[in-house]
């Protein structure tokens, strides 16, 4: 693996009494797509605050791009973007305006400023809008002229606090996009969440957050066998005498259940899809439908907190 | 260690930006044409009872800030400025931290290269550049009219004591502009810290200078042989102004006196003795009345720089994240 754009070691955060971040690492390669998941509260944004040194670190260090953001706040910020949950803008101000009030900010020379800000614009698809005031704007819209001042930007690692809360499916699926074309361009991603089934779309890797600790990292389908055991499950629909026998004796099927007539699942420690099609086909059954189920961030991230509580029950 | 990069990258866009919206802001426009009819009206009445009274004055100028019509007693031009200069300075300053929070623009600006010191810096700068461009406005309006009303052009060192007052006001209104800031910085929203900072500023105003004689009482009662002769106790007397000295408005009034009545020859209570050989009546040289009011005026600025310190570092250890 490459050298690490973003490294967290032994990240720490105290408020007072209180502990926000505790003991909290892990490396972000270029052009990874890296998510925080977690409950409200768990640390996920105090984490991000941390790494663009806009909050203060207890205890342990950060790397951005080989800079320490407490020493050397202004040489990360100025390559890494940041998207913050509900990003506000300037409403009385045109969305051009609101860039290139940003563009000064950072520094972009006069002559290519007008060139970026168009440029960044047009990949978020907001042209049309680029001279409406930004109080006309809804949400998606104002996350994705938030993800035009990344692209404006040309950061190198672009960091997304909760970008898909509160959007339409629609808005979701066009963020979600764009976030995939930041990676394509080699961006690495660091975002937020705790929509599941959306972040698993996009993510290389996710560590999970839970009372300021990474309690899981690594990719989904990592996670699943960590949490949900090896097992595979295989979705069978199918109509025919003596099916269950059947699939019983493919080899590595533990178990067979019937939630239904003419349903099958099929509890594996590899997947028989193969076979228990070749199976069905043998016995002269009418197949309709076979699926393995995969590893899915929601299944993991339910059964890892009941399985917690369980443990804490006991 | 020192961090690397200048704070005051930044500063300048974050200024012209804030400028242009404060230019452009109804506020403004609002504020603004409450302080020019202000001073429509006790300019006119100034301009009124100069041409009704016949008596010989060298600073004949002067008077347009200062006098006011005694049939119609309305407050002079300075007392009016005394009183709207600070509620200009609070319209502009007690949303300019807590807004960048309730519109969530903050953590965002914050994110780009620059230091919050070139954020807090460059609001400051655009409040108190606004307020100067508005006075110097006012103050040309006022002088423009006196020449046109009284048919006479102002003499040398007129303009320079209107000069030195005009950057004065700008001074006293900085105290408020700063105080305002520090309040949207320590309170979150906007509509606290307008009320508090207009407390405080009623308090000052208001309050305060019949608050100032009671506690000099309270803490040195009068001396009874003094009273006796109806005359003050000294030491109560002066414990009284340097209480009222606390509030910038007291400051700004004694300026305004030894600046503008070129006869003032003393600021707060004066012994007989310090009479003696005086010609009471005749004015002072400029440069005079200038060092008499020196600690007033370097009390105003100082308050507006220790202000906007508090201010600066409460924000410096804000968290971002409300």
């Known amino acids: ?26 490396t972000i390669a270029p052009g990874e797509i890296f998510g925080l998941l977690g409950p409200n509260g768990a640390g996920k944004t105090t984490t991000i605050l941390m790494l663009l ?3 203060e670190i207890t205890g342990g260090e950060a790397r951005v791009l080989d800079h320490n953001p407490v020493r050397e706040p202004l040489a990360v910020k100025r390559r890494v973007g940041y998207l913050p949950d509900a990003v ?32 960044a614009l047009a990949r978020v698809e907001l042209s ?4 409406h005031r930004v109080g006309t704007f809804s949400r998606g819209m104002r996350q994705r002229l938030g993800l035009a001042e990344i692209v404006m930007k040309n950061a190198s690692i672009a960091i997304l606090d909760e970008p898909t809360s509160g959007l339409d499916p629609q808005a979701t699926l066009e963020l979600l ?12 991603v660091l ?40 097992g ?6 199918a109509h025919g005498e003596g099916l269950a026998e059947r699939l019983r004796q493919i080899p590595g099927v533990q178990g067979v259940e019937e ?14 899809r193969p076979d228990a099609a070749a199976a069905i086909v043998n016995a002269g059954g009418r197949l309709t439908r076979l699926s393995v189920e995969d590893p899915n961030l929601e299944t993991i991230y339910t059964r890892y907190f009941s399985n917690q509580r369980e443990q804490h029950a006991a | 260690m020192r961090r690397e990069g200048s704070p005051f990258s930044g500063l300048g866009t974050v200024f012209l930006k804030e400028l242009s919206d404060h230019l452009t802001s109804a506020r403004m426009l609002v504020l603004l044409l409450l302080v020019v009819f202000m001073a429509v009206l006790s300019v006119y009445n100034a301009v009124q009872q100069l041409k009704e009274s016949t008596a010989e004055d060298p600073y004949l100028f002067l008077r347009l800030f200062t006098v006011t019509r005694e049939q119609y007693p309305l407050p002079s031009f300075v007392s009016f400025l005394g009183f709207l200069a600070p509620l200009m300075a609070i319209g502009l300053g007690f949303d300019a931290v807590n807004s960048e929070h309730s519109r969530r623009t903050l953590s965002r600006i914050l994110a780009q290269p620059i230091y919050r010191d070139a954020l807090l810096f460059g609001k400051f700068l655009a409040g108190l550049v606004t307020l100067s461009i508005s006075f110097v406005a006012l103050w040309l309006l006022v002088i423009g009219w006196g020449v046109l009303a009284l048919g006479l052009p102002p003499g040398g060192e007129e303009m320079a004591r209107a000069f030195v007052f005009l950057l004065m006001t700008i001074a006293f209104a900085g105290v408020w502009l700063a105080l305002a800031m520090l309040f949207s910085i320590v309170f979150r929203s906007a509509a606290t810290a307008a009320l508090v900072t207009l407390g405080v500023w009623l308090f000052m105003t208001v309050i305060w200078s019949a608050l100032a004689p009671a506690l000099a009482a309270a803490f040195i009662p009068p001396d009874p042989r003094y009273a006796a002769l109806g005359l003050p106790t000294p030491e109560t007397t002066e414990l009284q102004t340097v209480l009222s000295r606390v509030s910038p408005n007291t400051l700004f009034s004694e300026i305004v006196l030894a600046l503008l009545d070129p006869t003032t020859r003393a600021l707060g209570p004066i012994y007989l003795s310090q009479l003696q050989g005086a010609v009471v009546g005749t004015p002072l040289p400029l440069a005079e009345s200038v060092i008499m009011a020196v600690p007033q005026m370097v009390g105003l600025i100082a308050g507006t720089i220790v202000l906007f310190v508090i201010g600066y570092v409460v924000f410096q250890r804000q968290e971002v994240r409300a």
């Open chain 1, 259 to 272: 939630p239904a007539p003419g349903r099958l699942r099929l509890l594996a420690d590899r997947d028989v």
């Open chain 1, 1 to 26: 693996m490459s050298t690490p754009v973003i490294e967290a070691r032994h990240l720490t955060k105290r408020y007072g009494g209180a502990t926000a971040v505790n003991d909290v690492s892990f």
């Open chain 1, 232 to 237: 595979y499950a295989v979705d069978v629909e």
């Open chain 1, 53 to 55: 040194g806009l909050t």
């Open chain 1, 88 to 119: 506000g803008f300037y409403d009385n101000l045109t969305a051009a305006d609101n860039l290139r009030y940003t563009a000064r900010l950072i520094g972009i020379a006069a002559d290519e400023r007008e060139d970026r800000i168009a440029a």
């Open chain 1, 191 to 230: 975002l937020s969440s705790h929509l599941l089934d959306r972040v698993q779309s996009v993510c290389d890797r996710v560590a999970l957050f839970q009372g300021g600790r990474i309690v899981l990292i690594g990719t989904v389908g990592e996670l699943g066998r960590q949490v949900l055991g090896g």
């Open chain 1, 177 to 188: 996009a764009i976030i995939r074309a930041l990676k394509h361009d080699g961006v690495a």
């Open chain 1, 128 to 131: 049309d809008v680029a001279d």
